[in-house]
């Protein structure tokens, strides 16, 4: 069954240092997203992400965050300077169209000290 | 914005008895989804719900959503210890690129 890849599945960071997460959707899908859930809250919405350009961004999203979709099969997060608060699980996702089954990565756990 | 309400917030079932777990949203939904999650582990899906009065099964596991689309219920017949999780709705908002804002979770224990 096809599946949503995440890497890496945990990675600890130093406060100030660039983290860049990586995810592989399911081959056929047009739209991405990226999803983060601090421990023990919300799953809350970053961005998403379709016909190679930002469709919609939370305001959590701001300057530090950027996403890329470098070839036709990854898609990445980058966290250019990365702060405490960015501590957290952070869930790629895609589907094909809507509606339709939003598919979820195992998640990268980020964590900043 | 669109607010997901879940209840209950915790539910501790004996093995073999049924449940419910709640999803209310003050406004129309446009798309429903039930997700199960392992604390601080992926989500895994459940399932999709996108018309008034809609009904899903798969094994043990029933999702309904209202004929209003304002709320929907999980029901989990004859509890087994691999119930045992967060189970969280997310709702896709109306004309967004199907974002999903989400409820707080129901945490469920499984008493043996």
């Known amino acids: 069954e096809p599946e949503v890849t995440q890497t890496p599945s945990h990675q600890v960071t130093q406060m100030g240092q660039e983290v860049i997460l990586r995810c592989v959707p399911i081959s056929n899908h047009l739209y991405f997203y990226w999803y983060r859930q601090i421990l023990g809250q919300k799953v809350e919405f970053l961005v998403s992400?379709?016909?190679?350009?930002?469709?919609?961004k939370s305001e959590i999203f701001d300057d530090q965050f950027s996403v890329e979709r470098p070839d036709g099969s990854n898609f990445t997060l980058k966290i250019r300077s990365t702060k405490l608060e960015d501590s957290a699980m952070y869930f790629c996702?895609?589907?094909?169209?809507?509606?339709?089954?939003?598919?979820f990565g195992e998640g990268s756990r980020l964590t900043v000290l | 914005s669109q607010e997901l309400e879940q209840s209950p917030q915790s539910l501790i079932v004996q093995e073999g008895k049924n449940l419910t777990i709640n999803c209310t949203s003050s406004?129309?939904?446009?798309?429903l989804y039930w997700y199960k999650q392992k604390y601080g582990e992926g989500l895994i899906f459940l399932m999709m719900l996108q018309k008034g009065g809609e009904e899903k099964s798969h094994e043990k596991i029933t999702a309904k959503l209202d004929e209003k689309k304002q709320q929907s219920s999980l029901h989990i017949t004859a509890s087994q210890p691999s119930h045992a999780g967060i189970y969280l709705c997310g709702a896709a908002e109306v004309d967004s690129n199907y974002q999903l804002i989400w409820g707080a979770g129901t945490k469920l224990i499984i008493k043996p």
């Open positions: 996702a895609s589907r094909r169209g809507p509606p339709g089954e939003l598919f």
């Open positions: 992400f379709y016909n190679n350009e930002i469709s919609e």
């Open positions: 406004k129309t939904l446009y798309g």
